[in-house]
C-alpha cells in the first residue's frame, strides 16, 4: 500500500468503529485493497481518520471475525488469501438476485450474537410441528408495517417460495384438475404442476396484466381449481398489474370460486412496490379474502441462501396447506427462521441495496434507450425487445462467449425475441458499467452484421 488507504467514513452508518469495518468490507469486495495485502497499522489509521486507537482495534477484530482479514502477531493484519470466490466480479445477469453489500456481515453479526444465547439455541434445535409465535409476530409486525392486514395465526413459513407454491398445489388441487398461469411465467410453477399430475395452461398477457377476455374463456372452458399470477412485478415482462385488473380478478375468483395464488417474490423498489391483492381482498369483501392467498420469501431482498419463504392464508385452507407442508417436511427450520427474524428487526433487510439498484436501472435504461429498443423495467429485472435482423437466442450466445450470461425469452415460453436481464449480480458498479458497455457494444455489432449468425 504505498500510500495510506483513507477510507470516507461518512459513507458508512453505525459507531465509528462499525463505519470503519464496512470501509475496510468495501474496500475488499471492489478490489481497492488486494488478497494478502496488510491493512495500515492502527495507531498511523487512527491519526489519519481522527479516531482513537481503541476504534480502529476494534474495527479490525470485527472484520477479522466476519472472516475478512486475519491478524498476525508480530506482523499485523492482513486481508485473508482465499476470498477470490467471494470477491471476484461476478458476470451473472441470468440470475434475479440482489446485488452482494452488507449482507455478509449482516448475518455475520446475527450469528455471533446467536452462539451467545444458549438458551434460545436449545428452543430452536427441538422439533417444532407449528411455526414458533415470536417468530409469526415478528414477521406479523414486519408486513403489518407494510400495510398488509393479517393475523399472526395465518402466517405459514416455508424453505423458499417454490416449497411455498409446491405446496399450495398439492393442497388445494387434485390429479387431473386444472391450473391457470401467466402466459410467460416463471418455469418452476409448471414443474411443480406437473410433478403433482396438474393440468396447467397459460393466460395471455397485455401491458396491465392479463387478458381478461382470454381469462374468463379459459376459467368457463376449464373451470381452474386455482391461478398463479405475478401481480406486482411479473417474471419475466416486467409488467405490474393495473387496480382495474386486481378488482376485475377478484370478482372472478368469487364468481367461479377459484384461489389466486399471488407470487410476491420478485423485489421492486420500494416506489414501485403496490399493496398485494390480498389486502385488497380484505378490503372488497368476505367472499373475496377466502380466494386469495399470498406467497413471498426473502430470496430476492436479502439473499438466495437464506431460504426463508412465507405465505398468508384464509383461515379455511390453514389446516390442509399444513397438512401438506408436513407431507414434505416434518418442520420448517426454526433456526432458519430465526435468522430471517433477525435480518427483520436489524433493520437490513434491504441495506442501502435499494439506492444501488435504483441507479443500475437508471444507467441501464439509458443505454437501451440510446440503443432505441423497446424496454421495461421492474426491480432487478429488464425486459428488452431485440431489433431485427438480430435474434435474442444470438445475443445470449455471444455474450456467454464473453462470460456474460443472460436469459432468453425463450426460457419462460416468450417467442418475440426478448431478453432478460438481472441486474444484481455484479458487485461492483465499475465492473457493472463496463459489463454494461459490453452489451451494448455486442447488440451494435450484431446489428450492423449483414447476417445475423454467431
Keep these: 500500500m504505498g500510500t495510506i488507504w483513507t477510507p470516507n467514513l461518512a459513507d458508512f452508518n453505525g459507531p465509528k468503529y462499525q463505519q470503519l469495518t464496512?470501509?475496510?468490507?468495501?474496500?475488499?469486495?471492489s478490489g481497492e485493497i488486494g488478497l494478502q495485502q496488510k491493512l495500515p497499522p492502527q495507531r498511523r489509521l487512527a491519526d489519519v481518520l481522527g479516531v482513537t486507537v481503541g476504534t480502529v482495534t476494534r474495527a479490525y477484530a470485527l472484520a477479522e471475525q466476519r472472516g475478512y482479514v486475519e491478524a498476525k502477531v508480530g506482523?499485523?493484519?492482513?486481508?485473508?488469501s482465499h476470498l477470490t470466490a467471494d470477491t471476484s466480479q461476478q458476470v451473472n445477469l441470468a440470475t434475479c438476485q440482489p446485488p452482494l453489500g452488507d449482507q455478509t456481515s449482516t448475518l455475520s453479526d446475527i450469528l455471533a450474537d446467536l452462539a451467545k444465547e444458549p438458551a434460545k439455541l436449545t428452543e430452536l434445535m427441538g422439533y417444532h410441528a407449528n411455526p414458533l409465535n415470536h417468530h409469526q409476530r415478528v414477521f406479523h409486525r414486519w408486513l403489518t408495517y407494510q400495510g398488509i392486514s393479517h393475523h399472526p395465526e395465518q402466517i405459514l413459513f416455508t424453505h423458499g417460495a417454490q416449497q411455498g407454491i409446491f405446496t399450495l398445489l398439492n393442497s388445494l388441487l387434485q390429479p387431473g384438475e386444472v391450473l391457470l398461469h401467466e402466459a410467460h411465467c416463471y418455469?418452476?410453477?409448471?414443474?411443480?404442476?406437473?410433478?403433482?399430475?396438474?393440468n396447467h395452461f397459460g393466460i395471455p398477457l397485455i401491458s396491465e396484466g392479463v387478458d381478461l377476455e382470454a381469462l374468463t374463456t379459459l376459467v368457463k372452458q376449464h373451470q381452474p381449481k386455482a391461478i398463479y399470477l405475478t401481480l406486482n412485478n411479473q417474471n419475466p415482462t416486467c409488467i405490474q398489474y393495473s387496480m382495474a385488473q386486481r378488482i376485475a380478478l377478484l370478482d372472478l375468483a368469487v364468481e367461479h370460486q377459484f384461489y389466486i395464488i399471488e407470487d410476491d417474490v420478485n423485489y421492486c423498489l420500494p416506489e414501485e412496490w403496490h399493496l398485494p391483492l390480498w389486502q385488497q381482498a380484505q378490503q372488497r369483501s368476505e367472499a373475496a379474502s377466502r380466494q386469495v392467498v399470498y406467497l413471498s420469501s426473502l430470496s430476492k431482498r436479502f439473499g438466495g441462501g437464506l431460504r426463508q419463504g412465507f405465505m398468508l392464508l384464509p383461515t379455511s385452507i390453514m389446516a390442509n396447506v399444513k397438512l401438506a407442508l408436513h407431507s414434505q417436511c416434518w418442520m420448517v427450520s426454526p433456526l432458519n427462521v430465526e435468522i430471517a427474524a433477525r435480518v427483520i428487526t436489524s433493520g437490513k433487510l434491504s441495506g442501502e441495496r435499494d439506492t444501488l439498484i435504483r441507479a443500475r436501472q437508471q444507467r441501464c435504461k439509458a443505454v437501451f434507450n440510446d440503443?432505441?429498443?423497446k424496454h421495461r423495467w421492474r426491480g432487478l429485472n429488464g425486459w428488452i425487445q431485440m431489433p431485427t435482423p438480430i435474434k435474442a437466442h444470438h445475443l445470449v450466445t455471444a455474450l456467454a462467449a464473453k462470460g456474460i450470461l443472460v436469459r432468453n425469452g425463450d426460457d419462460f415460453d416468450n417467442h418475440d425475441n426478448y431478453v432478460r436481464i438481472s441486474i444484481g449480480g455484479v458487485v461492483n458498479d465499475t465492473v457493472f458499467e463496463q459489463i454494461l458497455q459490453e452489451i451494448k457494444h455486442c447488440i451494435t455489432n450484431l446489428q450492423h452484421s449483414t447476417y445475423s449468425v454467431v
Excluded: C, F
Design 187 to 198: 418455469p418452476g410453477i409448471k414443474v411443480a404442476a406437473t410433478q403433482l399430475n396438474i
Design 371 to 373: 440503443l432505441r429498443l
Design 75 to 80: 506482523d499485523g493484519t492482513y486481508v485473508k
Design 22 to 29: 464496512s470501509a475496510i468490507e468495501a474496500a475488499i469486495q
